[in-house]
């Protein structure tokens, strides 16, 4: 069966540093997502992509976090200058359509750790 | 504002018996409501999703009510094993009608044999 695939499993970096977290989307999805859930709460919704530009985002989203789709496979969520709260496991998704009957399908999840 | 809430307490039940979970929601009037099974360290999988105008929706041992007037969702898991061991997250539509779940904090399960 078709999966979304992350990497890296795990990220730890210094605050002020770069990070990119990788997806890879399910092949015929056209919508994909990124959510962010810190340990022990609720998976929170970042941002919505399709057609090669933001549909929605969410109040978290802010100036240092930005999405690309690079080439037809890879979705990318880039934060410019990591904070310590920005410590959580990302995950990313990806659905055929954004009507209500489409099924969210999440992938594995990056770790990422800020010190 | 928006607010979901499942019981942040674990749910500790018997292998056999039934599980029942539950989603309460305030301020909103979702059109559908989804159920997400998540293990430790994964993403959500999905399970099932019911709309505002059914009342009950099956799957296989996974039963799940909507009532819309108690503004509530039971998530029912019958004939439970220690393998439905997991964090349950109830997730509803965002307001202003996205289709982009809003999840509760979830309630984690556990069965013992």
């Known amino acids: 069966e078709p999966e979304v695939t992350q990497t890296p499993s795990h990220q730890v970096t210094q605050m002020g540093q770069e990070v990119i977290l990788r997806c890879v989307p399910i092949s015929n999805h056209l919508y994909f997502y990124w959510y962010r859930q810190i340990l022990g709460q609720k998976v929170e919704f970042l941002v919505s992509?399709?057609?090669?530009?933001?549909?929605?985002k969410s109040e978290i989203f802010d100036d240092q976090f930005s999405v690309e789709r690079p080439d037809g496979s890879n979705f990318t969520l880039k934060i410019r200058s990591t904070k310590l709260e920005d410590s959580a496991m990302y995950f990313c998704?990806?659905?055929?359509?954004?009507?209500?009957?489409?099924?969210?399908?999440f992938g594995p999840g990056t770790r990422l750790t800020v010190l | 504002s928006q607010k979901i809430e499942q019981n942040s307490e674990a749910l500790n039940i018997q292998e056999g018996k039934t599980a029942t979970l539950t989603c309460n929601y305030t301020?909103?009037?979702?059109?559908?409501l989804q159920w997400y099974r998540q293990d430790p360290g994964r993403g959500p999988v999905f399970l099932l999703l019911?709309?505002?105008?059914?009342k009950e929706k099956r799957k296989e041992r996974l039963k799940v009510t909507f009532d819309t007037t108690l503004k509530q969702s039971l998530f029912h898991i019958t004939a439970s094993q220690p393998a439905d061991s997991a964090t349950y997250l109830c997730?509803?539509?965002?307001?202003?009608?996205?289709?982009?779940?809003?999840f509760g904090r979830g309630t984690s399960l556990i069965v013992h044999p």
């Open positions: 301020n909103y009037s979702p059109a559908y």
């Open positions: 997730a509803l539509d965002r307001a202003g009608g996205s289709y982009i779940p809003t």
């Open positions: 998704a990806s659905t055929v359509h954004v009507k209500s009957t489409d099924t969210q399908y």
């Open positions: 019911i709309r505002e105008n059914e």
């Open positions: 992509f399709y057609n090669n530009e933001i549909s929605e």
